[in-house]
């Protein structure tokens, strides 16, 4: 997967460690602008997925907005070049201090989950003498048909206003002072590879702005959230079809007049730019069973044992003849593991092993769990000035 020359430099690296590819992220987000151009589509890069200074300062780079889900997310965007006009801020709990910081910098809205959230925004812009810009989220009760850990738009999830509670809102807008309704958001769920349900979210979308419409009601901004799923399985050198994901939205959604459309996308940008390296520290067998003891675990990356999820694991260090294995951490749970009865060549202590697609929710979501180091972190055009040969 890598050229002899980078892989030498990456030998003498101390594991675990994530490594991006920095020419893939451009090409990925040069494809996310273009094809959100053709629309005059606004896109806010999903922050959670990935915080990392470098990874965001390139992002802001071409001119996308920022998702922030809390106020040291926002503080990081704008220390990375994002401007706050462009700065949306999401998420079910919101403390007094990130709301007034949000409300300090005039970040472009803040999408608002609760009745009761609204009238703490309300108080704290009366606060500084402030209107701020709302947009409600809703939830739209739509199956997201993806893991259930990460479904957010069925009603039993926490997250959103319920349709009900927002048709009130326009009942009696003026109780809100301070706030200004500049738009309606949502966000169904995330891993999303199945186009129907982007589908169900736009109907269900134009039947709550209809609804709305008769209420003598138009909102200027529409956010549809992220959500957009990457290839996990064959994922070298993936660019995920923006085009396509964006045309869903341009066939089904019925826009207002001068009604703008937000995305949200998190993953779809990042996934694939990041991957894991971890050397092995032990192969071991217990009755036939040959396990790989990694110096990762699901302190550097969760995801396969919070979501079940299967990243494409490579050993690249050995190509000999192939072998079932099991592929573990050294934390002392039993979910750590990465896989379970994958083919790898015949791996030995000191091979080392690429988890792929770990650019987002990787170490974003790290943890010191059983006081561990942060792994370290490393990009393309540092180890060699040249582009990986995959
Ligand atoms: C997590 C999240 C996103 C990004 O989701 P992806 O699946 O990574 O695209 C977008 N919007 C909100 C509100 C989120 O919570």
């Not at 704290?124 to 990460?150: E, Y």
């Not at 110096?295 to 999820?309: K, M, W």
């Amino acid at each position: 997967m890598f050229n002899n020359r980078t892989l030498d430099q990456i030998k003498k690296l101390k594991t675990p460690f994530y490594y991006y590819d920095t020419g893939l992220l451009h090409k990925t987000l040069a494809a996310l602008k273009s094809a959100a151009d053709v629309n005059g589509y606004l896109v806010h890069y999903a922050v959670k997925a990935n915080a990392n200074e470098k990874i965001l300062r390139i992002i802001s780079e071409y001119a996308f907005g920022a998702d922030c889900v809390s106020g040291n997310e926002i503080e990081q965007a704008l220390q990375c070049g994002f401007k706050p006009k462009d700065i949306v801020f999401a998420g079910v709990g919101k403390s007094d201090d990130e709301i007034v910081y949000a409300i300090k910098n005039g970040i472009f809205s803040i999408n608002c989950e609760s009745l009761q959230e609204l009238e703490v925004i309300d108080y704290f812009s009366g606060l500084q003498h402030k209107k701020s810009r709302i947009a409600l989220r809703v939830n739209p009760n739509i199956d997201a048909h993806t893991h259930q850990n990460i479904t957010t738009g069925l009603s039993i999830n926490k997250f959103g206003i319920s349709e009900s509670d927002l048709y009130s809102i326009f009942d009696h807008p003026n109780n809100y002072e301070n706030l200004e309704f500049i738009g309606l958001h949502f966000h169904v769920g995330s891993q999303i590879t199945n186009a129907e349900v982007f589908v169900n979210l736009c109907n269900k979308i134009n039947q709550i702005q209809s609804n709305l419409y008769e209420k003598n009601v138009t909102l200027p901004h529409l956010n549809v959230g992220g959500g957009l799923g990457i290839n996990y399985e064959s994922p070298v050198n993936q660019i995920p079809d923006f085009g396509a994901y964006f045309s869903l939205f341009e066939k089904n959604l019925l826009l207002f007049e001068n009604q703008k459309l937000h995305f949200e996308p998190g993953r779809s940008v990042v996934g694939q730019s990041g991957m894991l390296i971890t050397k092995v520290l032990y192969v071991k067998e217990n009755l036939g069973q040959k396990t790989i003891i990694c110096d990762a675990g699901f302190t550097e990356l969760i995801r396969p044992a919070l979501y079940h999820s299967n990243h494409k694991i490579l050993n690249i260090t050995s190509g000999s003849h192939s072998q079932i294995y099991d592929v573990a951490g050294p934390i002392c749970e039993s979910t750590d593991y990465f896989a379970r009865g994958v083919l790898l060549p015949e791996t030995q202590r000191g091979d080392l092993i690429a988890i792929l697609s770990a650019g987002a929710y990787g170490e974003a979501m790290a943890s010191q769990y059983n006081l561990r180091s942060l792994a370290a972190k490393y990009f393309s055009e540092d180890i060699v000035k040249q582009e990986l040969v995959y």
